[in-house]
């Protein structure tokens, strides 16, 4: 199933996407949170009003924790490795996943334009990533059982400010600007999704192909990355984890390419969407 997130007659609603079409969940089920509170039996039997077109609806993000996004740092070999070529460093591969995190405030709905600062930051950038929604409260999860605490996944986009990224030595300031983290556009369910690490992933800057490469090039997989953050710390329902961005970004160019008033990007995973925005440099 394709749960999503929109607005419908003035009000904030989930509901299934149903081919070319929108079926909205009754009105008290108006989050992810609160539908995954329902008892498996009751999410499954939970009727939908009358679809509306997919087209005529304004779709939010499809997730909205109250808490951080949680990310992974130089998850592809090949983004680590243009990390080293552009820095002039040795290649080194993490042992263990790099935890980092996003302000939830800087959450964006699929189709919005994103109002970046020019006065806040002159090197904007972009990256494609698998997002993993997490279904249950857990702990200490292991690698064997943690595909099966995922609720579904969907596109992400870690929109970077790589000056403060670099000028702050703790990522959180560059990566949680307002707007810098578009999400969707709708969750696929784990069980409709399959493997997630078969997944063709990449992002188009005003049509043209900058990041292409598949979920199977991830240094630590989707399970691994589970069992490592689950780890003595309790996983929520609704939680995010983004699952870090293949090579191609804009600051590892030669030469290096930042975002730019008007860039209109899309974040496409297979089995999921295509993640559209646009940029407006104020
Ligand atoms: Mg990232």
């Known amino acids: 199933m394709r749960f999503a997130r929109f607005t419908l007659d003035g009000s904030s609603r989930c509901g299934l996407v149903d081919g070319t079409d929108v079926r909205p969940f009754p009105a008290r089920i ?22 509306r077109p997919l087209e005529s609806i304004q779709l939010a993000a499809p997730v909205h924790p109250h808490k951080n996004v949680f990310c992974v740092g130089r998850n592809y070999l090949g983004h680590a490795e243009e990390i080293a070529r552009a820095r002039g460093t040795a290649l080194s591969l993490p042992k263990v996943p790099t935890f ?24 904007y950038d972009w990256e494609a990533e698998l997002a993993v929604v997490i279904a249950q409260r857990c702990r200490d999860v292991p690698e064997s059982a943690a595909l099966g605490v995922v609720f579904g996944y969907t596109c992400l986009n870690d929109v970077t400010a790589r000056d403060l990224q670099r000028d702050h ?15 969707g556009p709708w ?27 598949n979920t199977s090039q991830m240094i630590f997989n989707v399970a691994q ?36 008033d008007g860039a209109r990007m899309e974040v496409e995973i297979a089995k999921i969407g295509v993640l559209r925005n646009t940029v407006a440099l104020t």
């Not at 980092?100 to 090197?123: D, E, H, M, N, Y």
């Open 169 to 183: 030595g703790q990522w959180f300031k560059g990566k949680s600007l307002d707007d810098s983290c578009p999400i």
């Open 100 to 123: 980092f995190t996003k302000a939830p405030t800087a959450i964006a709905a699929p189709g919005a334009t994103l109002r970046l600062s020019s006065a806040v930051s002159q090197s």
């Open 187 to 213: 969750i696929v369910s784990a069980d409709e999704l399959g493997d997630p690490q078969a997944l063709d992933i990449g992002l188009r800057l005003d049509g043209e192909t900058k990041q292409a490469s």
């Open 30 to 51: 108006s989050t992810l949170e609160a539908y995954l509170e329902l008892p498996p039996a009751e999410r499954s039997a939970l009727a939908t009003e009358a679809g």
């Open 225 to 260: 990355i589970i069992a490592s953050l689950s780890r003595g710390m309790t996983l929520e329902p609704g939680d995010v984890i983004a699952t870090g961005t293949p090579d191609g970004v804009g600051f590892a160019r030669t030469p290096p390419e930042f975002l730019y």
